[in-house]
């Protein structure tokens, strides 16, 4: 089992749409949790970050974390073209002494017009 | 304006060959990782470094190298490149010891090993 699993897609949602993306995680220490958006051919750049249970909300996009499912999603509302790209979870767990950032494979999310 | 850099955009090497990916952070980060990254396995942890002169393993350690001489510095040593090592290269950078810690990517570095 990966230490973070997200469904790689594609993930296609009609123009306007809400696009759910999902992740879940296997190490219960695990203490924060980010979103990092993907152009092709580009580095990743961070989007969203979350650290308690519940709702966080940054314009369109809403971060999600349920701790006790091991669970984190990213909610984009009123989904645009320009967001198509590869979303890519990442995990933050302390070990040995030192900060350790986890990815999963990442989602390809396809909005068309 | 945070800021990794890394060497080179595109390298072309020969199986053998001895390779060297350089990064350099502005933003004074006590972390700085080396990831690499193909098409349906994502990102993959090679080394990542603490502190200057110390490092760790990470999940594919296997056939590289690293060297951190200074806190601003980390290079990637591919000690005698081989075709499966064709990648997209990731170096970044985060502050240790905070809740946050975001890691801030340089542009990558797409080896190809011929």
């Known amino acids: 089992q990966k230490e973070v699993e997200q469904n790689s897609g594609p993930l296609s949602v009609p123009e306007g749409a809400i696009a759910s993306l999902n992740c879940t995680y296997s190490?219960?220490?695990?203490?924060?949790f980010f979103w990092y958006r993907q152009y092709s051919g580009k580095s990743p750049e961070l989007i969203m970050f979350?650290?308690?249970?519940g709702d966080k909300e940054d314009g369109r996009f809403t971060a999600q974390l349920n701790k006790a499912s091991q669970y984190v999603s990213l909610l984009i509302r009123d989904s645009q073209p320009s967001d198509s790209a590869t979303y890519l979870c990442?995990?933050?767990?302390?070990?040995?002494?030192?900060?350790?950032?986890?990815f999963g494979a990442g989602t390809r999310l396809a909005v068309h017009p | 304006d945070v800021k990794v850099t890394q060497s080179s955009r595109y390298l072309v090497k020969r199986t053998g060959e001895k390779v060297f990916l350089e990064c350099v952070q502005d933003?004074?980060?006590?972390?700085m990782f080396w990831y690499r990254q193909d098409p349906g396995l994502g990102l993959r942890l090679i080394y990542f470094?603490?502190?200057?002169?110390?490092?760790e393993k990470g999940d594919i350690p296997e056939g590289y190298s690293v060297s951190r001489e200074k806190k601003e510095r980390f290079s990637l040593i591919l000690e005698s490149a081989s075709t499966n090592q064709t990648s997209m290269y990731l170096c970044?950078?985060?502050?240790?010891?905070?809740?946050?810690?975001?890691?801030?990517f340089g542009q990558g570095t797409r080896l190809t090993v011929v």
């Open positions: 190490d219960r220490g695990s203490q924060s």
């Open positions: 970044a950078s985060s502050l240790q010891g905070q809740i946050r810690a975001e890691a801030f």
């Open positions: 933003m004074d980060h006590e972390n």
């Open positions: 979350i650290y308690s249970n």
């Open positions: 470094s603490y502190d200057v002169k110390m490092k």
């Open positions: 990442a995990v933050k767990r302390f070990s040995g002494g030192y900060n350790k950032l986890i």
